[in-house]
């Protein structure tokens, strides 16, 4: 499989998530007018049967890897079964999906192969039979296309960032299984407990729409009209640093170089600045909308559409006008 590309799979509640299809999406837009493959590989327990699920979304040969000790996620039992599947399949390209797996997973399988990592690629082509991703820089102000000199290429993908292919249960792929053979002495690495956060609705990192506000709504209880606007528009609610360091929002909510990284069709930014902390998890939006008094703003540099205004004055009608347009 020297000539495959090979699409790391991550599985929640029985299913692929949404960003393993659109790597699957992209790594066949990739491998057009080429003699390359594309392959999945999935790891945990019980994931078997998503693999019929993975070359319905365009893997043309399915890999699992299926032990109770992958159950739940472990950087040091997780890199010893993708080195097994590396040193067996020897892929040209690994493609991860950049979520918390593929942050931590992707850098130490890349030194262990010694190797190179792209890490947060939002574009990607092909050039000379070499991966060339375009990835965001100097904190989301300008962005530079990176190649990696070393076989197997690997990168992590930035949500939203490439578009799935049609679902078609039609398609046909060998589904392959590989012994995770995981050597528990070696594993350093003790999980003790696992919190888990529950949200209510869309995802953030799944959302089409993000409506974010920032420090400049004065308080915690105005957060109301945003989540009113959130709801009128089907959207996730996200924040600035700054909301989330006062406790206003959960971090969860937190939207930026050090929280999560968002690219929807459509993000919505209230009273929030614009610093380059918070633009690094946004700059990949479709379209930017930014709401703020301050008509020097670094917001407004990055927005497609502004609004020079105090937020209480435009969201209420705003929201209005959406529902009015929706039960219309």
């Not at 092909?126 to 100097?138: D, N, V």
């Not at 957060?223 to 959130?230: K, M, N, P, R, T």
Request: with cysteine.
């Amino acid at each position: 499989m020297a000539n495959a590309i090979l699409v790391v799979g991550e599985v929640a509640e029985g299913a692929l998530v949404p960003i393993s299809a659109e790597l699957l999406g992209g790594a066949r837009r990739l491998a057009e007018g080429s003699d390359q493959t594309v392959a999945c590989v999935l790891l945990g327990s019980g994931v078997e049967g998503v693999a019929q699920e993975a070359i319905a979304f365009g893997a043309d040969e399915a890999f699992v890897v299926d032990d109770p000790a992958l159950t739940e996620y472990n950087s040091d039992v997780y890199l010893q079964a993708m080195l097994k599947v590396a040193e067996q399949l020897s892929p040209a390209m690994i493609l991860f999906g950049q979520t918390n797996l593929g942050r931590d997973l992707a850098p130490r399988l890349a030194f262990r192969l010694e190797t190179g990592v792209i890490m947060d690629c939002v574009e990607m082509t092909m050039e000379g039979g070499r991966l060339m991703a375009t990835r965001p820089c100097y904190g989301g102000n300008a962005r530079a296309v990176n190649a990696v000199r070393t076989d197997p290429q690997i990168a992590t993908v930035r949500a939203k960032s490439q578009d799935p292919l049609e679902r078609d249960d039609s398609r046909q792929g060998q589904v392959t299984k590989i012994d995770a053979g995981i050597d528990q002495a070696a594993v350093r690495v003790k999980v003790t407990e696992r919190k888990g956060m529950t949200a209510e609705g869309v995802r953030l990192e799944d959302a089409d729409v993000v409506v974010s506000a920032g420090r400049g709504l004065g308080g915690p209880e105005n957060f109301d009209v945003i989540e009113e606007l959130a709801g009128a528009l089907g959207a996730a609610v996200g924040a600035s640093r700054a909301v989330c360091d006062l406790g206003w929002r959960p971090v969860s909510d937190q939207v930026g170089l050090t929280g999560k990284v968002v690219s929807p069709t459509l993000y919505i930014a209230i009273a929030i600045s614009g610093a380059s902390q918070h633009m690094a998890g946004c700059s990949g939006s479709k379209n930017i909308v930014a709401i703020n008094k301050d008509p020097d703003a670094n917001i407004f540099k990055a927005s497609r559409f502004g609004i020079v205004e105090d937020y209480a004055k435009v969201v209420k009608p705003l929201t209005e006008a959406v529902q009015r347009e929706k039960g219309g």
